[in-house]
């Protein structure tokens, strides 16, 4: 496993980071079936996936779920230009497993 400057592996490979496991955004939704679209001058990427809708914010402790706030394990961070989220976003979203 490579890993970057910040002790991140740019794969996008589930990292732990302050005692979160994180998980890139864009590939696992895309490997359930789902799309994201970002939005770089609102800082959100759109999930779709199963009907549903999720916008997570970069750095937001919440996500908008079908229009009802979601909170999550930890805010959201960007490596590498990579969307990554706390891994338990899937199970408490998208009710998937990851």
Excluded: C, H
């Excluded at 359930?32 to 199963?50: C, E, H, I, R, S």
């Excluded at 750095?59 to 999550?72: H, K, R, Y």
């Amino acid at each position: 496993m490579a890993v970057n400057e910040s002790g991140v592996d740019p794969s996008g490979a589930p990292f732990d980071f302050k005692g979160t496991t994180y998980a890139a955004l864009a590939p696992n939704v895309r490997n359930m079936g789902g799309t994201v679209q970002w939005d770089n001058q609102a800082k959100t990427a759109t999930v779709v996936l199963d009907g549903r809708t999720a916008t997570v914010r970069m750095a937001d402790e919440n996500v908008i779920l079908d229009g009802n706030n979601v909170p999550l394990l930890a805010p959201p961070l960007v490596v590498d230009d990579a969307l990554y989220v706390p891994r338990t976003f899937f199970g408490d979203v998208l009710n998937r497993t990851l």
